[in-house]
């Protein structure tokens, strides 16, 4: 779908979207076509029950003295609520309202509104970064679908008095949105073409951005002492791979990077530990937290971030088979710590353990954030609304819970408290990988605390937030690439040069 910016005029073909504010109070846009057209919008709001209040709809069909074949009303909600996150909303929802109605060309019409947190510029930037985020599909394995189940919007045209601010505004979240295309793409490949091989291979296309990219096999890995994350892989005929991404924007190859870490376990049938057949499909995403940090580090370069960043992704496939891992088995990670495996479906933490210690290790970072769909804990706790946030630094945890919020990727902090870490104790180990069902999430997040040294460091569990299982407004049903747009606002508000 192409996206454009336009001056404010009424359009004569496709579709017209305008926004009405709580209450019916039009907006400029909505006053004028009421003025044109005798009072058409006033007409149907009387005739309805649409007040304007958000996420409210009414659409209109061949509205009368209007060249549009179509005038859809969204309702906006109170205008000192009208954000930039609620304007990504209205965009979405547009979007989705009019996807398959038939029309190659929608027109959505954005106003400054007095009250509104923002200006037009910002809001008519957003509102089209919001329809491009709705406007994912993943269908390059449908070969029968119907013509009338196909999107037919081809191109929106957002218009607004000032268009070229709201171009200059959007063009580093279009970069940003084609991080979370990668991100939603790589989640949605079944395991037998994302396989960690693969995996590793479509991180190698960063470079063509200018990110620099390292693969680590298992011969390598081995050699550094790499066990935990090893030992979850060797199971698999597949070669286990350790990816570093770098891409070094500020200028200063000296400064410290801020880093992030991601689980990649491209198909997890929980091994010797194996899993319930119902559901199993779904393990082909329990790579979220990878393809995350791919998607990222995309997004960073695209939009050119002036910031140092590494990107290191564990990538394993947990199989049963002859050569697994098995509950009992004592495995040394790359920091000399010694882990009894109790359950050989509590593997994440295994791989993240040895990643977290080579990142630290050798690129001495100012941060770590690691996100994985780690347990089924936080699931229980947040259901899909929040992820898990744990952290070992405050001021850390309060720039990630605010980035959250202001990217609509919120996040709820858990304790990590000295007594969930007793329930990890070991009697043959230095620790064993799971503490029981008891505080499931805070157990994983204690374990992994442990191959933290004194680096800031942050853990997001966003097992329960990696795939929907219904449209939202800017999030189509199926892989979210939730904390994409989360960790760009972190990066960008907190580590980037201004």
Known sequence: MK????????PTEGALVVGILENRELTATARLIDEQTGGLIARAMAGSRFEGKKDQSLLLQAPAGLPAQRLLLLGLGKSQSFDVLAAQAFGGNALAHLQAAGDHIVTLAVDGIEGAPTGAADLAAHAAFGAKLRSYRFDKYRTKEKKEDKPSVKKLVVTLAEPAAAKRLFAPLEGISEGVFLTRDLASEP?????PESLATQAKALSDLGVEIEVLGEKQMRKLGMGALLGVGQGSERES???VMRWMGAGDDSQAPVAFIGKGVTFDSGGISIKPAGGMEDMKWDMGGSAVVIGLMKALALRKAKVNVVGVVGLVENMPSGTAQRPGDVVTTMSGQTVEVINTDAEGRLVLA?????????FKPRIMVDLATLTGAIIISLGDHYAGLFANDDDLAAKLLAAGKSSGEPLWRMPLDDPYDKQIKSEIADMKNTGGREGGSITAAMFLK????????????IAGVTWAKKDGPVTPKGATAFGVRLLDRLVAENYEQK
């Open 450 to 461: 442990r191959f933290v040294k004194d680096t800031k460091w942050a853990h997001l569990d």
């Open 241 to 243: 791979q350790l990816v």
């Open 354 to 362: 040895d990643a977290l210690w080579y990142t630290q290790d050798r």
């Open 191 to 195: 395991a037998n073409v994302i396989y």
């Open 3 to 10: 996206i454009s910016f336009a001056k404010a005029a009424l």
